[in-house]
């Protein structure tokens, strides 16, 4: 049965230092590993997808990396803003699943 | 474009009621989901769908129904609410499995 983990479960970080956000999962017979983010009161809202064949993706200040083999991903922020303050959650989909398992996520605060 | 649409966004039941959460998503997507979160917790996948017609259990599927006539929505009913099932219910939607998945604000239920 595939796990996600994600350490720590909450972080807290000075504004405008980069940080990671780690995620590892048991099974790297996967499609693709997701990253979310939420913030308090709303839905999941999706950050950036890599596909199994992909090492990495980049969005604005955001890059995940995928490591199959390992069984890892991190999500890099570069130059953190109090706007980055929510929880992040990690998800993969692996083979002959119809669905995500999701972890349980890490909450990032940003101190101005 | 509205993405994934939840009503109602809050209700208070009383045990042993029943209602039907609503969910919509105008993007035609295949594959939809039913997940609940627990305050501190993760998701839990309650039942998804593949498509019209077609609907399978998740991970914490008693107390739950769910139907899939349309593309567009998929309803999941809670018969004779227990205080347990006290919690926030997001509908979340993807077209396949390497496309994001989109969520929907969330329900947040709660059974006095």
């Known amino acids: 049965k595939q796990e996600v983990t994600q350490i720590p479960a909450a972080l807290s970080v000075p504004e405008g230092e980069n940080l990671v956000l780690n995620c590892s999962f048991t099974?790297?017979?996967?499609?693709?590993l997701q990253w979310f983010r939420q913030d308090p009161g709303k839905g999941l809202t999706s950050l950036l997808l890599?596909?199994?064949?992909?090492r990495e993706q980049t969005s604005g200040r955001l890059n995940a990396s995928l490591d199959k083999s390992s069984g890892r991903s991190t999500l890099y922020i570069a130059a953190s803003q109090p706007g980055d303050s929510a929880t992040y959650l990690c998800a993969v989909w692996g083979f002959g699943n119809e669905k995500l398992t999701f972890g349980t996520g890490t909450r990032l605060t940003i101190i101005p | 474009n509205a993405g994934v649409t939840q009503t109602p966004k809050f209700r208070i039941l009383k045990i042993g009621q029943s209602m039907t959460l609503q969910c919509a998503q105008d993007?035609?997507?295949?594959?939809m989901y039913w997940y609940r979160q627990d305050p501190g917790m993760g998701l839990k996948l309650i039942y998804y769908?593949?498509?019209?017609?077609?609907?399978d259990k998740g991970e914490v599927p008693n107390g739950y129904n769910v139907s899939r006539s349309t593309t567009e929505y998929f309803p999941l009913r809670l018969e004779l609410a227990a205080p347990s099932q006290t919690s926030v219910y997001f509908c979340?939607?993807?077209?396949?499995?390497?496309?994001?998945?989109?969520f929907g604000d969330g329900t947040r239920l709660s059974i006095l």
């Open positions: 890599i596909q199994s064949s992909q």
């Open positions: 099974d790297s017979a996967i499609y693709n």
């Open positions: 769908s593949v498509g019209a017609g077609i609907t």
């Open positions: 993007m035609n997507h295949n594959y």
């Open positions: 979340a939607s993807t077209l396949g499995v390497n496309q994001p998945q989109h």
